[in-house]
C-alpha cells in the first residue's frame, strides 16, 4: 500500500527554488487568503514527489496499459498528436475573456468543429459548450422545455426505453419532465405498439440511443419517428453510440431533432480518469435559435461570439466549454477525414467478431448481428458458481480492464463488450481467448475464480461504502 504524500513528509525537506522572490500577493483580494496557520502541507524532496505520483499512475489502469473494452464508453486509443496541438500556446494560454479580434483562431476552430459536427450528425447548428454526455443531454432537455414554453403547449412526459442509460431519465427529470418507461421487446428493440400507447399529447419527447445500449440497430427508426412527430412531440438522440455509424447513417436521416455527441467517447479526446470531456448538442433549425448562447458565428470575413438570440436557453457552462478538449477533437476529425467512416466499420467488425467466438462459451440473449459492441450474459456461470462480477474481477488480473457488466439492466448478469477499432486482431484474440480460459476454470472450479483479483492494488473493496461514503481527507 502506497504511503499518503503527507505520511512521507519530513520536517525540513523540499525541492529547490530559483528565485528568492518572495510573491507579491497584495493583488488578490484579502478574503479570499487564508491565515490559517496550522495548515498541513507536505515537506517532501523533488525525487520523492516524481516516486510518489509515478507509484500512483503505476496502479491506474489506462488504454495505454492494456485494452479497455467498457461498453457504452467507447475507450479508443487517444492519438498524442492531439495532446500536441491542445498545448500550442495560442491554444493553451488563450483567456475567455480576450476579444474576438484577438482570438480569431480559436474561434475558428470552434466554428469549423460545429460545422463538422453538422456533417456527422446531419443536424442544422451545433452548441459546444456542454461539458459532457450527460450535460449534452440536460441541454438538449431543457431545449425541448423551453421549445414547448414557447409556443404555449404543455407537455409533461418524456418517453424512455428500459435499456437506456441511467443519465437519459435523470436528465429528463431534473428538467421536470415525467418519466414513461417503455419495455424493449424480444428482439432488444422498442416495442412499437408499448411506444404507440405511451404517446399522446402530454409526450414532450422521447430519448433513444442507435444503435442501442444492447448493440442493436433499431431498424424500425423510420416508423418510430414518424409516430412520434405525428403528436407533434420532439426525437432526442442520445449520441454516446455514435462510433457504430459514422459515414454511414447520421440521426437526421433516422428523424432525430436533438442529438448530443459524446467527443471524449466517439472522437478519441481522453476520459474517464484522463480528463474532462465535451458533449455538445446540435438541432434541427426549427430548434437553433434555443441553443446556449454564445453561437460561434462567421459573417464571411471574421469569427465572432453570438449572444443574440432572445429565446436562448443561456448558459450551459462557464464561457464556451472544455476548449482544450474541442481542439483535441477537432484534430482527431481532421486527421481521419473520410477515415471516420472506416473507424465505425472497423469498430462494429471487431464486435461481430468477439461476439462471434465467444457466444459458444457465454449466453448471448440477443443472438443478431451486433453494432460497435455486444452484451453476454454471465447467467451460466453463475449457476456454476462465479458471476459476472467474478468474471471481471479476474479478468483484472490478466491485465485487461473489465467490460461495463450489470448494465444494461435488462440483461441478467450483463457483460458489455465495445473492443473499438483501435485494437489488433491478436489483443481481440488475447482477450477471447482469456474469456474462454475464465469460463472453463468456472466450470472446473468456481471457488478458484472467486478469489481474485490477486494481484491489483487494492483487491475487493465494498462497492456501496465506497461510492455512498468515500473517505477523501487526511486527517493527522
Ligand atoms: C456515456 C453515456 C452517456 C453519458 O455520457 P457522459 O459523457 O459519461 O456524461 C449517456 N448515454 C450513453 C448510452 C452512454 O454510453
Known sequence: MTELIFEKSQDGAGGINLTDEKIDFSFLNQKYLSDNKDSILPEISELEVMRHYKELSDKNFCIEKGFYPLGSCTMKYNPKVNEVLALLEGFANVHPHQNDEDVQGALKLMYNLQESLKVVTGMDAITLQPAAGAHGELCGMMIVKKYFETAGQKRTNVIIPDSAHGTNPASAAMCGFNIVEIKSNEKGLVDLEA?????????????????????????????????????????????????????????????????????????????????????????????????????????????????????SIGKMKAFYGNFSVLVKAYAYILLMGSELKTASANAVLNANYMMHRLKEFYNLPYDRKCMHEFVLSGEKQKEQGANTLAIAKRLMDSNFHPPTVYFPLIVHEAIMIEPTESETKARLDDFIDTMIEIAKEIEANPQEVLKHPLNTPVRKVDETLAARKPDLAFRK
Open 195 to 311: 411506444l404507440k400507447s405511451a404517446l399522446d399529447e402530454n409526450t414532450a419527447a422521447i430519448m433513444l440511443t442507435n444503435p442501442n445500449t444492447l448493440g442493436l440497430f433499431e431498424e424500425e427508426i423510420l416508423e418510430i419517428s414518424r409516430l412520434v412527430h405525428e403528436k407533434g412531440a420532439l426525437l432526442y438522440y442520445d449520441g454516446a453510440n455514435m462510433n457504430a455509424i459514422m459515414g454511414y447513417t447520421n440521426p437526421r436521416l433516422m428523424g432525430f431533432d436533438i442529438v448530443h455527441l459524446n467527443l471524449h467517447k466517439t472522437f478519441s479526446t481522453p476520459h474517464g480518469g484522463g480528463g474532462p470531456g465535451a458533449g455538445p448538442v446540435g438541432v434541427i433549425d426549427k430548434l437553433k435559435d434555443f441553443l446556449p448562447s454564445p453561437v460561434i458565428k462567421y459573417d464571411g470575413s471574421r469569427y465572432f461570439r453570438d449572444y443574440s438570440s432572445k429565446y
